[in-house]
């Protein structure tokens, strides 16, 4: 386990350095653009987290 500082350092830098304001869609780790793993890239795990999501979304709505 790392600490929530360790955690928010890639998010604080992606948020605030203006170097990348023209990156968009990158995969970062570390703060480095890295591969995503290939199931990122995977339509169908894509459209099958999305119907998921949306389900259970509706399912606790108010």
Same mark, same amino acid.
């Given at each position: 386990m790392?600490?929530?500082? +360790?955690? *928010?350092?890639?998010?604080?830098?992606?948020?605030?350095?203006?170097?990348l304001e023209a990156k968009s869609g990158q995969y970062f780790y570390k703060?480095?653009?890295? +591969?995503? *793993?290939a199931i990122a890239n995977d339509t169908n795990a894509r459209d099958n987290l999305w119907a998921l999501s949306e389900g259970l979304v509706r399912r606790f709505e108010v």
């Open positions: 790392i600490s929530p500082e +360790k955690g *928010a350092e890639t998010p604080v830098y992606l948020a605030t350095a203006p170097k703060k480095k653009i890295k +591969k995503p *793993a």
